[in-house]
T-cell receptor, first 112, second 116 residues
Framework: QKEVEQNSGPLSVPEGAIASLNCTYS??????FFWYRQYSGKSPELIMSIYSNGDKEDGRFTAQLNKASQYVSLLIRDSQPSDSATYLC????????????FGKGTLLTVNP | DAGVTQSPTHLIKTRGQQVTLRCSPISGHKSVSWYQQVLGQGPQFIFQ???????GRGNFPDRFSARQFPNYSSELNVNALLLGDSALYLC???????????????FGSGTQLSVL
């Protein structure tokens, strides 16, 4: 059973701080990794994708991938109250057939 | 451009009934996937269709079935509903033009199914 595990929340940070979200996966052959943001009552929205080891930055968001450790993380710099949401880590475990396996999500609350 | 559209937005059924959920992908997208999201959990993969052919199936019973039409829209059917089928059902579509674009899933707003 291919699994994706996320650090248990909820995570609470003050406005302006760095929020760090972590994720591990079990399928060593996975090649594609994603972070989705889901506001309460809404559908998931893709915020970052990463395919190679190292860091990928997009605005206030940085995704980090370490395939040897089977570890993916998301850093949110200068956190804003509008970042308060559930963050879902997802791994493509279906290869070209593209099947995403999601973690349970981490609820992030940014306090003003 | 319209995003992924799903209907209905909410649905209430009783145990044993059957339900059909509908999805229209983004124009030009040929792949449609279905996910089930139970409250407090991440979405779980149910089906993927590409060019009207099933390309993947998750760990769901045969009560769950789906199909894709020539216009790439899709239906998800669930028979003999159980209380545990209560969830948000998400449809997602993706394009197939290169790797980065290829692997971006666009989710619809979902259908909230309640089984009483």
């Amino acid at each position: 059973q291919k699994e994706v595990e996320q650090n248990s929340g909820p995570l609470s940070v003050p406005e302006g701080a760095i929020a760090s979200l972590n994720c591990t996966y079990s399928d060593r052959v996975s090649q594609s990794f994603f972070w989705y943001r889901q506001y309460s009552g809404k559908s998931p929205e893709l915020i970052m994708s990463i395919y190679s080891n190292g860091d990928k930055e997009d605005g206030r968001f940085t995704a980090q991938l370490n395939k040897a450790s089977q570890y993916v993380s998301l850093l949110i710099r200068d956190s804003q109250p509008s970042d308060s949401a559930t963050y879902l880590c997802a791994v493509n475990s279906g290869g070209s057939n593209y099947k995403l396996t999601f973690g349970k999500g981490t609820l992030l609350t940014v306090n003003p | 451009d319209a995003g992924v559209t799903q209907s209905p937005t909410h649905l209430i059924k009783t145990r044993g009934q059957q339900v059909t959920l509908r999805c229209s992908p983004i124009s030009g997208h040929k792949s449609v996937s279905w996910y089930q999201q139970v409250l407090g959990q991440g979405p779980q993969f149910i089906f993927q269709y590409y060019e009207k052919e099933e390309r993947g199936r998750g760990n769901f019973p045969d009560r769950f079935s789906a199909r894709q039409f020539p216009n790439y829209s899709s239906e998800l059917n669930v028979n003999a509903l159980l209380l545990g089928d209560s969830a948000l059902y998400l449809c997602a579509s993706r394009s197939d033009r290169g790797r980065t674009t290829n692997e971006k899933l666009f989710f619809g707003s979902g259908t909230q199914l309640s089984v009483l």
